[in-house]
């Protein structure tokens, strides 16, 4: 690897100040330290300092990411199979069809929010943050297949400009981007982001089997169609239709004990979110009040995009209360509020993203209160001494 | 007698070059310095200029604003160079060593002397800044009478000398003396904490006059800061002082012969020098004596104090002024490929991202590289895992950055020093300055309140 390194010295230079291409400095030292850990040594303070750096982080949650990415490409491959009738495929067929229909999306996302990126980390001076890198594989994994690439452009030029970059960029945003790419598609094209046709590739242009219905649980569920509804056995393995990476919550909950076993991901936040929507549930069973609080409480756990958003959303620490404390706090009301919107709200049949978003505004607040009270044992020691 | 005290929070740094416990005799040092970083927030009067001849106890310099702290001169001989940095801002008091003559600040009996007497004569013979207060981490400030005085007996810092086996070997017997003189300084109560109870050895076992404490558990565990903020923390408008173990020897030794003279054992630690043993030297001293021909190569840095807190210095350098050991590390600075997506069998890590924590290994080769590039705070949740203490670090160090005083002295800013956040800015991924932040809002905080 030597004259690798001795390429990138030498064209060091030329990407610095003053060198020719200095406007694309960002991007070289991008992929500089890409390839090489850089040889930069302790200035000040610690002398030593930890292996841990933010491209092994982010490579965590992409490692973590990936049985949702490969079960949902094969799901796509399942549930097109399914709705026009085709027989023969056999379970490579299907994946390799998903994935080509996946990997689109994750080009686009990737194209357009790292090239985002990349100039505004040349215009702030920075290196490139890597918390794109999760942003851009979370995006893909939340849209339903069908969506159109521009659309998809669109949403996550939106999400990175105005959710991250106009805040300071990665680490100062309020709101997780990849929730706000989906949220943006979902009020400004609705037709696109909710109904039964969008969830399974091809239905929109139609030819699938009559009487075929690509809705999926949350939907069926919206309209009373309790009977309809898969079983949960097919919930939890995931061959249901729904958006790319949610379907399945056995891969989630790989993922899930990846994040918490390198503790990258907070396992307050994914504990507290799955007793909240579960307590809420529990209580909805008891109470009544419509027919949709009737369903087993587990259901809400299995159904849509609750598992994936408790285990790669509400986690996001940028956008999660950051003490423990606040942490429970954030996941219990975010867990409770996914079955309040899903239950009574008339126009969504999914709540997780609204209740990840909402909690986010409020997560600040939270560890105020947090934090006041360690402020206030403070200040009580002062009293009683 | 006291209860044990256990922290669970902390990490224990797995760094290879412990010393071996043999001590080996005073190696003969003609060069001394007195570094002026020691001391932060120091404006010093000089009081000798180069070419002055001195002794050990004649005073070099003064504080500006309290005329009454003196610093001294070590040993005696020829003040060679008074070296001065950026701005020509004072760096250090280079003495070369001639003869043994030494000022005789007269033995007493500091039981026998009042409170202004005991100041007085450890004002003169330039003891004064081996005492250091909380809050700010900073040479006392004469005119307040401590609530309390801490003293750590064992030090958790990666590769720390052991503190049992210097005392062992410490000469004289002068620890009593010295609490006797500080129990002088406060109405209220010395503190000394150990690692467990069967650390008190020789004079410790003995000791009159303090009230002893139990910790266990991981580095910071040690740090003075930490054992006050679980023995009697301090809260706003209260002052405690802390001083080195060895230096209340030095401060007994005052008082029972009538000298300045600071000697003591320090480690020579890291996996940078051949030779990794026990000296007896005082603060000031050259290590070119100790690091000669027992360095692994010329790539290597040499730090006075501990990994985490310490300072680098040249080959030749001087012991810091409150440094009980020496460090040589080899120096990080290479490229590694795809270092960030290796397995990690090598690597010691505090996050679990490694494969070293499923097959550890008792001790790791570690560098001085930064191993990645500096981020803004995306982490959240592991900081106060390694910061034993009931202090947010992330939102301190946010109202530090916003400087937000009235913030920032409810955060707890009184409580805490540089060095106990250094287990924070070793495990942050984000490769922040942390230490320095927080000496940043110390400094913001004094400069506040005067």
Known sequence: MNFLLKKIKELEPKFEKGGRYEKLYSVFNGFATFLFVPDTVTAKGSHIRDYMDMKRTMTIVIIALMPALIFGSYNVGLQHSRAFGISDWTVMHMFGFGFLKVLPLIIVSYVVGLGIEFISAQIRGHEINEGYLVTGMLIPLIMPVDVPLWMLAVSVAFAVIIGKEVFGGTGMNILNPALTARAFLFFSYPKWMTGDKVWIEGLVKGGALDGFSGATPLSMAKLDNFALMPSPHDMFVGTIPGSVGETSVIAILIGAFILIVTGVGSWRIMLSMTLGALGMGLLLNATGGNEYTQIPAYYHLIMGGFAFGTVFMATDPVTAAQTNTGKYIYGALTGIMVILIRVFNPAYPEGTMLAILLMNVFAPLIDHYVVNANIKRRLRRVKTT | ?450
């Open chain 2, 1 to 450: 007698m006291s209860e044990l005290i256990r922290l669970r929070k902390g990490l224990n740094i797995k760094i290879a070059g412990k010393a071996e416990k043999i001590l080996l005799p005073e190696v003969s040092v003609t060069r001394y310095g007195v570094r002026f970083a020691d001391f932060p927030g120091l404006t010093a009067k000089l009081e000798v200029k180069e070419g002055s001849l001195v002794k050990a106890g004649s005073v070099l310099f003064h504080d500006k604003a309290f005329p009454e702290i003196k610093y001294v001169s070590p040993v005696s001989g020829e003040v060679k160079e008074i070296v001065r940095g950026d701005k020509r801002l004072l760096t250090e008091i280079v003495i070369e060593q001639q003869g043994s003559e030494k000022i005789d600040f007269g033995a007493a009996d500091p039981l026998k002397l009042s409170r202004e007497e005991v100041t007085e004569k450890i004002m003169n013979s330039g003891l004064w800044p081996l005492l250091r207060q909380r809050p700010y981490h900073i040479v006392a400030r004469p005119g307040r009478v401590p609530k309390a005085i801490f003293i750590s007996a064992f030090d958790t810092a990666p590769l720390a000398p052991d503190i049992d086996f210097i005392l062992a070997n410490t000469r004289g017997g002068h620890m009593q003396a010295g609490i006797n003189a500080l129990s002088r300084l406060t109405d209220g109560k010395i503190h000394i904490s150990f690692d467990n109870e069967g650390s008190r050895v020789g004079e410790m076992k003995n000791l009159k006059g303090v009230e002893f404490h139990y910790f266990k558990g991981p580095h910071p565990a040690g740090n003075v800061g930490v054992q006050i903020h679980h023995i009697d923390a301090v809260s706003k408008g209260e002052v405690v002082w802390t001083v080195d173990i060895q230096d209340v020897v030095a401060l007994g030794r005052l008082f029972e012969t009538g000298f300045h003279d600071r000697e003591r054992i320090i480690a020579l630690t890291g996996t940078g020098a051949l030779h990794r043993k026990y000296h007896r030297t005082r603060p000031g001293a050259s290590v070119s004596a100790i690091l000669k021909g027992n360095l692994k190569d010329d790539h290597q840095r040499v730090i006075s104090g501990n990994v985490l807190t310490g300072k680098k210095i040249s080959p030749d350098g001087s012991l810091g002024f409150y440094d009980n050991m020496v460090t040589v590390l080899p120096e990080g600075d290479y490229s590694e490929f795809f270092g960030w997506a290796s397995p990690g069998f090598t690597k010691f890590s505090y996050w679990r991202a490694f494969i070293s924590k499923l097959i550890p290994k008792k001790e790791y080769d570690l560098d001085t590289n930064i191993h990645g590039g500096r981020r803004a705070f995306v982490v959240t949740g592991h900081y106060e895992n390694v910061l034993p203490m009931d202090i947010y670090p992330v939102h301190l160090i946010k109202a530090i950055l916003a400087e937000d005083i009235d913030l920032m002295e409810n955060l707890g800013i009184y409580e805490v020093a540089e060095e106990d956040f250094a287990l924070c800015e070793y495990i942050d991924p984000s490769k922040s300055e942390i230490q320095e932040l927080i000496r940043h809002g110390i400094n913001l905080m004094i400069k506040e309140m005067n």
